[in-house]
């Protein structure tokens, strides 16, 4: 069993997922079950420059696509919403679609990246509240820039120790070493292994524990062969944990990597039973 819990859905900027094509990698790539978020709730672009209203959704509406694809696949994906935590914040529109769809709802996407914001950060902190309310763990994008440092996401995981937190990518474009650090010190923080080289995969389940480390992708941000290729035709990291990894871990190791911790953590076994 495989479950992917960082993919994701939507047109916005360069990144082009139509929805079907996460079902058809999927089918493609036996993964069983994919947890997304949509990217069209994105509030900035890679400059850090507001997208043009014109490209913009709101997050209700970004969450409502979310829905109707996950209702159209029943058990075999979840939401993690993208919220807008620059431009929108909480609104009562919001909680209410929240509390209609908490059952296929399994978590809140944050990317300080594209909301242009500290993790470390009132608003943000509006929503992890939320999330504490909902017992709901938070997804967030960690890498080299100010606002989605690890550090930042380290301080709002010792301050609400009753919320997990992931830290996607174990810091992108970093050599992982401080996510795995502050991962192994704080009990409530957890990693995910999108755009991870396996090397930093297997030295965290090592340090951190075997529990704390999910499977992720960001399936299909580079086509419906994400999980095969990369977009210069080379052989995508993926293939090396489908393959490769197997002999680097114990079985049991693996198995909480690629399904039983993201079962765990995001309570997912309502959609198996
Ligand atoms: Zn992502």
Redesign the pocket.
Known sequence: MIIDM?T?IGKCMNFNMPSENLIKSMDKYNIDFSICSDCEATEFDHNANPLPKEMQKSQVQSYKQAITFARKYTNRIAIMPWVKVHTEGITSEFVKVLEDNLDITVGIKIHPVHSYINFNSQKVEDYIKLAEKFDLPILT?TGNSNESCCQSVYKMAVKYPNVKFIM?HMGLGTDNQEAIKLIKKQKNLYGDT?WVQIKSTVQAIKECGADKIMFGT?NTIDGLDTLSVNPSGERSLYQQYFNELKSLISSEEYQMLMYKNSMEVFKLKRFFE
């Open positions: 960082h994701h994008h996607g999108a960001d």
